[in-house]
């Protein structure tokens, strides 16, 4: 065969290659076809979806809304026959979803342990007792979630990425208008923003400080339970929870109003740097309850006076060993030693949640004497430094009295030339 | 009996015994040749001081330093921190480590530029180079035996550098760290080279070095016509100029020691990362930064390896320098040595303070 016939045959199989085969050619998804070729609301699902997780895993618009996205003719491919559902229903949404969410299996090819509980934990959810009445209101996945456009939970662009979530929640319950009817309030979102979780997150770049999904769950979210507020905050403040639940206010405070727990000294949403003077002072939450002349406002006054001191008494210390390490003097010991003082400033600070002055009073001590021994081994360095200054003051006027001798000496001895014999001579020194 | 007596009685039985006539006919003999370029002699005089300053100091450490990796950084730490002067000993120990290395440069240098390594001293500048390098070699191995951190890192990149020599390279660094990875082998190695090895090979060569000193006299450089020439009596003139020089780097060791003292740093963890900006010595920083501009590759060969090459041969290639430096007559290639000296003193400014900032 000529070689030209070969490149003929070659190049006409190629081309008559899709049509000859069956099932070879590449199948159109029709929706997106159709819908990216309208405007606006039209369009828009069909732009977004390109960068939805659902895309990028295979799944196309008839997953959810059915249809048959082969067919070009539009009544056959959005035929009710084939399964079409079209824009579905608020409160068929969750159930929607957890044809493939709930499912273990399907979610398994996708996922080694996949979570398939996100349902359940709805149906016990606020939100989804009240879309259960027939409240159309409330959130659904795709509030949260968003629709079209959903994307992992740690892609930062997601709506539920920790970054993202207080302003999720915030679409509603920071909306008057939309939280109205159920007469809750709608400040959460700005105290929030003012509160350490939220410089913790942004400023901090800790993904794992709380948002609102942390305390109030995101599935099953409803607010804590008075008895569980201490328990939410547990979840982090492990040993803070543990000394409180021994405490004295443990029982009193389950009762109190606005949440209980915790709460009731630290707030809710916007809970602030803790610091002394929520002990004592113009600002001291104890005496929301305690006359500040009372037995228990005097032990609170104790307490923080005892924080503030050792507070004080560590940070001279450091100061002052800080002072020796940039003189160029060996104090690293002691200011290693000097975190374990600040270890009992946190023990202290801890043991304040017991409410008891005597369990406080323990690491508040072991901290003093730490500072105190810090204080005078960096004292003992400043001294020596002086000393170390003073003795080279001295030995460089020691040498340099002897460099002068030695160059009076060389002067008297090489007076009149002697010690030298003249170029060229051979004769003896003078 | 007197104290003129005594003292005659004394030197006579000392004469019977030791060659005192001989050392005493020999400094009354000695000579220093004045000139404008006198003051490079006293260079050699100061690398030889500190060279003893780093034996006495380095016994002193001796006594308390703790060649394990578990006890070495403590015991450098006890040091400073609880031995009476311990501080300081450990400080002068260091700083003079390192003015030793830059005297010893400078020293080098005024040789090569006042052209001192010709006929017949060529002995005298192979063993001085050979000096040198034996104290590049006792501040590397010096600089790991604190085991801080930064000496850690430090130790594990001169000896990957080490590794990247062509054919022995792995076997070199294997040598060198006594193991896969710089480790308790590689601490029990270098001080056992700081303080056997090196000193025992450094100390014949010092005193090979100061015999053909002794033997040659010192040269005068060849644009200074002999005639012109006058002579100093070593003894007591030029030694007394000598001990005023000394004193002068004591008062600046003192100094250094008092306002900078060395620091200790943190305790090595191999676990850690090595920290930021990690680079070895001031001495082999244009080494180092050298090598880290030359590219992965150069033509077929690895860039690493072409860079070790290229130093090798240029060290050779100076060591050689009593060989090359002159002509035939035995004249010096003043124009060449000194232009090549410049070039080289010039690379090793810059590139040292470029490795330092970059």
């Given amino acids: ?123 016990t959810s606020i939100h989804g007792k009240r879309l259960a009445t027939g409240d159309e209101n409330v959130a659904t996945c795709i509030d949260c979630h968003s629709v079209h456009d959903i994307r992992a939970v740690k892609d930062p662009r997601a709506t539920v990425y920790p970054l993202n979530v207080p302003h999720t929640c915030g679409q509603c319950h920071a909306d008057s208008k939309h939280m109205a009817k159920y007469g809750i309030p709608t400040d959460q979102l700005d105290k929030y923003h003012t509160s350490v979780h939220w410089n913790a997150l942004t400023k901090g770049n800790d993904l794992s400080a709380p948002t609102c999904a942390s305390c109030h769950g995101n599935h099953g979210a409803k607010p804590p339970e008075v008895a569980s507020v201490s328990a939410v905050c547990g979840t982090c403040h492990v040993s803070f929870a543990q000394n409180y639940d021994k405490s004295i206010h443990q029982p009193l405070f389950s009762e109190a109003p606005g949440g209980g727990g915790c709460v009731v000294c630290h707030t809710n949403h916007g809970i602030q740097m803790p610091s002394t003077a929520m002990l004592s002072g113009p600002k001291a939450v104890c005496t929301q309850c305690h006359d500040a002349a009372s037995d228990g406002g005097k032990a609170a006054a104790e307490m923080a006076g005892w924080v503030d001191g050792l507070d004080a008494a560590l940070k001279r210390s450091e100061g002052v060993l800080m002072s020796a390490d940039k003189s160029g003097m060996e104090v690293s010991e002691a200011q290693l030693r000097l975190s374990d003082g600040r270890e009992n400033l946190v023990k202290a600070k801890l043991a304040m949640h017991t409410f008891n002055p005597d369990e406080m009073h323990k690491p508040i001590l072991a901290g003093m004497a730490i500072a105190d021994e810090t204080l005078k081994v960096g004292q003992a360095a400043l001294r020596e430094k002086n000393y170390r200054r003073w003795g080279l003051a001295v030995s460089s006027l020691l040498i340099a009295i002897t460099l002068a001798a030695i160059w009076f000496l060389l002067r008297r001895m090489e007076a009149g030339g002697a010690g030298y014999r003249p170029a060229s001579t051979h004769a003896p020194y003078r | 009996m007197t104290a003129t007596e005594i003292k005659t009685k004394t030197a ?83 700083w003079s480590a390192n003015l030793l290395i830059f005297v010893a440069f400078v020293h080098m240098f005024s040789v090569a530029f006042t052209h001192a390594y010709r006929r017949p001293r060529e ?43 062509p054919i022995v390279g792995e076997a070199l660094a294997r040598f060198l760290r006594g193991g896969d990875d710089v480790g308790s082998a590689t601490l029990t190695r270098f001080f056992a080279f700081h303080v056997i090895l090196l000193p025992m090979i450094a100390g014949g060569l010092v005193a090979l070095h100061l015999l053909l000193v002794q033997t040659s006299g010192m040269s005068t450089p060849p644009w200074i016509p002999e005639s012109r020439v006058r002579q100093m009596r070593f003894f007591p003139n030029f030694f007394l100029r000598e001990v005023m020089v000394w004193y002068g780097a004591l008062a600046v060791l003192g100094a250094l020691a008092a306002i900078f003292p060395w620091e200790l740093g943190e305790k090595a963890d191999p676990f850690a990362s090595a920290p930021k900006g990690i680079r070895p010595e001031w001495y082999f920083l244009a080494t180092f930064y050298t090598l880290k501009l030359i590219p992965s590759h150069v033509w077929i060969f690895e860039g690493e390896i072409m860079g070790l090459l290229g130093f090798a041969v240029l060290a050779v290639g100076w060591a050689l320098l009593p060989f090359w430096g002159v002509t035939r007559a035995g004249e010096a290639r003043t124009r060449v040595v000194t232009g090549i000296g410049v070039a080289l003193v010039s690379y090793l400014i810059t590139f040292t303070i470029l490795g330092y900032y970059k």
């Fill in chain 2, 12 to 94: 006579s039985w000392l004469d019977e015994r030791l060659p005192l006539s001989a050392i005493r006919e020999f400094l009354d003999h000695k000579t220093v040749p004045v000139h404008s370029a006198t003051r490079w002699y006293y260079f050699g005089g100061i690398t030889l001081f500190l060279f003893g300053v780093q034996i006495v100091t380095g016994l002193l450490l001796m006594l308390y330093y703790r060649p394990t990796v578990a006890e070495s950084f403590d015991s450098v730490r006890f040091i400073m921190t609880r031995v009476q002067f311990g501080w300081l000993v450990r400080s002068i120990h260091s």
């Fill in chain 2, 123 to 165: 002995l005298t500048w192979l063993s001085g180079i050979a000096l040198l390098g034996l104290m590049l070699a006792f501040g590397f191995s010096g600089y790991l035996l604190p085991w801080n951190q930064i000496s850690y890192f430090a130790t594990k990149v001169g000896t990957d550098v080490a590794a990247s020599t």
């Fill in chain 1, 1 to 123: 065969m000529k070689p030209f016939r070969v490149v003929l045959t070659f190049a006409a199989a190629l081309f008559l290659a899709p049509v000859l085969l069956p099932g070879q050619q590449p199948v159109t998804d029709t929706c997106v076809a159709c819908h990216s070729a309208l405007v606006d609301d039209l369009q828009k699902p069909a732009t977004l979806f390109k960068d939805d997780i659902h895309s990028s895993k295979g799944l196309s618009c008839a997953d959810c809304h059915g249809g048959d996205r082969t067919k070009d003719d539009m009544s056959v491919a959005m035929d009710p026959a084939k399964g079409f559902l079209g824009k579905p229903k608020r409160t068929a949404i969750p159930q929607l979803c957890s044809r493939c969410h709930s499912d273990a299996k399907f979610m398994g090819k996708f996922r080694p342990q996949p979570r398939v509980d996100q349902f359940t934990l709805y149906k």
